[in-house]
């Protein structure tokens, strides 16, 4: 550890990989810019939602941000977007190449093709933090990198979040991958018995009707169509294993309407309400 000024110099004459953490505003700032500096080919930002306003408000770091980008390295960069900083994202927008959105972001850090920082999470508001962790040992820098890039493919288009927000019509969004079939089962039903409007359902298979029908799925297609008056399309392969089921359908719900799908699929799809 150190609490020495960080010179330019210093950096350029290590010979071997540290890690080392500097205490100071001034000194965190001149890590900051010095670290924008030496990038070559790409920077990578992952932040808390009080940093937009840091990049904006102070102005020798929003140059230092605008110089990087003149210069070729392409910035992507990775915050939560709120009411609050709205105006600030929109400004950082037109600085950066890619700016995403992730919910609850915990924690700060910065990425160059060799080098690692990351500023102290706590701050006075207005100001850069007062120590920041410096490294380029490659194996931290490798991890860092890896978890950057799962942050990012969670992360939605910032001109997706904005819209949303000054639409007022923010949703906790997410993706979720259900791994057990008894709990994949369980929601499909629960979807299918939360239908207000409207259906759209491609089965794969002629026997994954025959199996949604044991899961008593289709029981509930034919009362939300009889009762709420909702519009269910069913792609999906005719054939004898459930032509049975198929002419319940046209006895029970004529108003569901049921298209041959030609060949078997490797997936199906329910889109319930849009």
């Given at each position: 550890m150190t609490s020495a000024p960080y010179h330019y110099e210093d950096k350029k004459s290590l010979a071997v990989e540290v890690t080392r953490v500097f205490y100071g505003v001034e000194s965190v700032v001149n890590v900051v810019l010095q670290f924008l500096t030496q990038a070559n080919n790409k920077i990578d930002a992952c932040v808390d939602q009080t940093r937009p306003s840091l990049i904006i408000d102070i102005d020798i770091l929003k140059q230092a941000f605008v110089v990087v980008k003149k210069r070729g390295i392409k910035l992507r960069y990775i915050t939560e977007i709120t009411?609050?900083?709205?105006?600030?994202?929109?400004?950082?927008?037109?600085?950066?190449?890619?700016?995403?959105?992730?919910?609850?972001?915990?924690?700060?850090?910065?990425?160059?093709?060799?080098?690692?920082?990351a500023p102290a999470t706590f701050h006075e508001k207005g100001k850069p933090a007062s120590q920041i962790i410096y490294s380029n040992v490659k194996e931290i820098v490798e991890h860092q990198k890896y978890v950057f890039d799962t942050l990012w493919a969670g992360a939605v288009p910032a001109e997706q979040k904005i819209e949303q927000i000054e639409e007022g019509t923010v949703d906790h969004e997410y993706l979720q991958v259900i791994k057990s079939q008894n709990k994949a089962s369980r929601i499909f039903t629960e979807l299918v018995k939360s239908i207000e409007k409207e259906a759209l359902i491609f089965l794969p298979s002629d026997k994954v009707m025959v199996r949604i029908d044991k899961l008593g799925i289709v029981n509930h297609l034919i009362r939300a169509s009889l009762e709420k008056k909702v519009t269910i399309k069913i792609i999906c392969p005719l054939s004898e294993d459930n032509k049975e089921i198929l002419n319940r359908i046209n006895k029970e719900a004529p108003s569901i309407q049921v298209l041959n799908g030609e060949g078997n699929s490797l997936f199906g799809m329910c889109i319930v309400d849009k």
């Open positions: 009411k609050d900083n709205l105006s600030y994202c929109k400004q950082l927008l037109t600085m950066v190449n890619e700016l995403r959105h992730l919910d609850g972001i915990k924690g700060n850090l910065y990425l160059s093709e060799s080098e690692y920082l």
